[in-house]
């Protein structure tokens, strides 16, 4: 089965981080990834802009709207993802909890439909 790890944390701590300090997560980043491909759990996975390049989309009354920023303010932002094929929702947990930002933030770890 597939689940989506998604990654939140505090962008405003994220950016009071030293140069040295996002290179070393960016290193435990790649280190966690490698070892999920080799382990044959990742299906796909990426980082994502801060919530300041994000647009809202909404559709009212047939009429497109778009609001500049993310949908609510929130303390903890969207900061990536993993789509993983984990045998169970255990095994997903345990791959959610060795990313390395769940030492910081959370991973919300969510089934992935399937349509027949």
Do not use: C, N, W
């Amino acid at each position: 089965m597939q689940y989506l790890l998604l990654i939140y944390r505090s962008e405003a701590e994220l950016s009071k981080m030293t140069p040295a300090d996002r290179q070393a997560m960016s290193a435990e980043y790649g280190t966690y990834t490698q070892s999920i491909v080799q382990s044959g759990h990742f299906k796909a996975g990426d980082g994502l802009q801060p919530t300041t390049t994000a647009t809202t989309v909404r559709v009212r009354d047939g009429k497109t709207l778009t609001t500049d920023g993310p949908f609510a303010e929130t303390r903890e932002q969207l900061g990536g993802y993993y789509l993983v094929e984990a045998k169970d929702l255990d095994t997903a947990i345990g791959l959610a909890a060795r990313i390395p930002g769940a030492k910081e933030g959370s991973i919300e770890v969510r089934p992935v439909m399937i349509y027949k």
